[in-house]
């Protein structure tokens, strides 16, 4: 009979020679939920009255769009023109 470390090892190399067009995906996989279990036990640790909540600016990272004509927007930017009847 087999003992548990042989069957460990059989089991290894059947899903090495079955499941090897999916090691990469599942190894990134992995490697992405380590992260954020690392980010949230961090987010845990953290006293509830830190920088977060104090007023410090955040950072959002985003595209930047430029406008045509340059320049900055005026007042009105970003609405709706209105009828000037």
Do not use: C, H, N, Y
């Amino acid at each position: 009979m087999f003992g548990i470390s042989e069957l460990a090892i059989i089991l290894i190399v059947v899903i090495l020679v079955l499941g090897a067009k999916r090691l990469p995906e599942l190894a990134r996989s992995a490697g992405k939920s380590a992260r954020i279990l690392k980010a949230e036990a961090k987010a845990m640790k953290e006293p509830k009255g830190g920088a977060a909540e104090a007023g410090a600016p955040r950072v959002i990272r985003g595209e930047t769009v430029t406008r045509p004509g340059g320049g900055r927007p005026g007042p009105d930017a970003g609405q709706p023109p209105r009828d000037r009847a």
